[in-house]
């Protein structure tokens, strides 16, 4: 029979491993691991397992595997999609003691750090020689790579450097049953390193990761574009990419955003604009002035009401706090705030922005926009309390019909954040059930007996594996069904 996680034998046995500083079990220390930013999936894990090194995570997961107890791993719990919350019969492994960055080989550009380090971290211990890690997430302050590689991150950046996929060198990855393993993109045969980033946390447990390290470019310059309205915004968007120019960087801010971010941080942006624009070009200084020049000419042609240059790296800094901390700031306005994350083609930014204005509408809930406009991965954030179950449940029915638009416009589920508990029951609407039984499969092979983060990013149905579909926390069929009767 399967032992609760608090089965004294069992306990013991987690105590041999972690010691007890290693643990938390009760409600009170456990509150602050029961949702990841997706707030609108919550509940206790078991018991909140703290490693500090590989070995400790191998053995746990030994444990767990003889034991048939659910993990559930954890960074920094920044994720967006519900992916690392566990429930009351499992344990949540959060990874951010193992914190370190253990090398750096500049010669050969790469730096090995263990899968709790914080994004940050990467560039700063590198920055002053002249070396960036280039996946930025706006999260970037407190979100681990562990958690980026699971995710397979993005950021304002992505645009011109990738996600973090291209960036990753080898994984130190621990198998659902204690096994250590090495993954290199230098491995011949299937590229393992590709299947493990962006699995959610479902197939492996990544302890260390070898990254790829760039230059910090030579030169950047960094625009704030005032738009008079969405659609100007959006036109503009599209005849940059159409032009031929690849900005480093290109994100769209509404006008609620930037009431809330001025309020808090009196950065001086216009606050009366429906939207603005924060586009970078980066790059050699020759040629650099006449990208940034083109830019200007094109939204200029377009209507811009005026075109900001950062005049330093001070001024730089103070244009991308109004978008790094964009959603931070959104607490002044409003108890609650969930962020969708679909994706259209870029020629589709005005129709899409347009239905999701009519959404709002429809289901009586404020949505602001901030997002990486470059690449036509949205953001709308909408506006509630989350004490209000009626209002709840139309924030969950606003989501299912977002993501219903994304995917009409021929677009994508996720540009970022992942599927998680989120999405998971809307990936029929992109995938076969061929489709999602091949994805279970792959699944099975890594994680047999589906202990590893179960309930996530999968469906329930349409799988191959038969325990995929066994009842899981209570708590998560709860939460499973009440979003059921709200789409
Ligand atoms: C304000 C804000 C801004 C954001 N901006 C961005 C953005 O620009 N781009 C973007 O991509 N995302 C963004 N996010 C979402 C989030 O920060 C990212 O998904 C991030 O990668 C999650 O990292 P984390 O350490 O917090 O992971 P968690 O939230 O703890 O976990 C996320 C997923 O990864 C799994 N996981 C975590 N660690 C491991 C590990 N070591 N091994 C295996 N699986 C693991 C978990 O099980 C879960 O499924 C933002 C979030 C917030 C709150």
Redesign the pocket.
Known sequence: MRPTVTDALFLGLLKSILGEDGLRYSDAQKVVYAS??YTLEKSLPGIVALPRTTREVSELLRACHEHKVPV?????????AG??TAGGDAILLC?SRMNQILSVDLPNRRLRAQ??AININLTKAVASEGYQFAPD???QG???I??????N????HTLKYGVTVNHILSLQVVLPDGEVMELSTEDSGYDLVGLVTGS??TL????EATVKLVKTPDSVRTLLVVCDTIDDATAMISAIIAAGILPAALEMIDKTILQAVEAAYKLGLPTDAEAVLLIEVDGVEAGIDRQAGKISAICQALGALRIEAAKDAADRARLWTARKKS??TLGRLTPSHC?QDGVVPRTKLPQILREIAAIGIKYRLRIANVF?AGDGNLHPVVLFDERDPEEVKRVIAAGGEILRACVNAGGALTG???I?IEKRDFLDLVFSPDDLDAMAKVRGAFNPDGLL?PG?LLPFGGTCCPQLHQPETEAMLRLTKTRAAAV
């Not at 791993?73 to 967006?80: C, D, E, H, M």
């Not at 562990?146 to 995710?151: D, R, V, Y």
């Not at 991150?153 to 304002?156: E, L, T, V, Y």
């Open positions: 990841d930013a559930v791993p954890r960074g920094a719990g920044t994720g967006l992916g690392s990874l899968a709790g997430p706006s999260s407190a979100s681990t562990g958690g980026n590689i699971a995710n991150a993005g950021g304002p959610e946390g492996a447990v990544v302890t959603v931070g962020t990486h970022e954040h992942g998680g983060n996530k």
